[in-house]
């Protein structure tokens, strides 16, 4: 069983700058690969980012590309995501997913381990 647990989330004005922590525990988790979602109200929960189990590979939604940035410190069990320039339409619950695979996926039927999400709020 692997637990995961998101922090970070909170409220800023649009421009601004929030860091997202996962952590991961159970099996050890630089086993999996991690990814990111959100979920806005009345809207699909929707990719946002992923990053293989080493580290190596990276993906982003279009939406967040050159704003977001994903990374991983496996010492630390712990995966982050960096977001800038924020926008309004960045609004919702961001979740942490872990898969039990090297390569990461980007839908979120690719990964069995979910936390509990962060609310990310954008002001304007």
């Known amino acids: 069983q692997v637990q995961v647990v998101e922090s970070g989330g909170g409220l800023v004005q649009a421009g601004g700058s929030l860091r997202l922590s996962c952590a991961a525990a159970?099996?050890?988790?630089?086993?999996?690969?991690m990814g990111w979602f959100r979920q806005a109200p009345g809207k699909e929960r929707e990719f946002v980012a992923a990053?293989?189990?080493?580290?190596?590979?990276?993906s982003y939604a279009d939406s967040v590309k050159g704003r977001f940035t994903i990374s991983r410190d496996n010492a630390k069990n712990t995966v982050y995501l960096q977001m800038n320039s924020l926008k309004a339409e960045d609004t919702g619950v961001y979740y942490c997913?872990?898969?039990?695979?090297?390569?990461?996926?980007?839908?979120?039927?690719?990964?069995?381990?979910w936390g509990q999400g962060t609310q990310v709020t954008v002001s304007t």
């Open positions: 997913a872990a898969r039990f695979s090297a390569s990461y996926s980007e839908s979120k039927t690719g990964y069995y381990y």
């Open positions: 990053i293989s189990r080493s580290g190596g590979n990276l």
């Open positions: 159970g099996r050890t988790s630089s086993s999996y690969s």
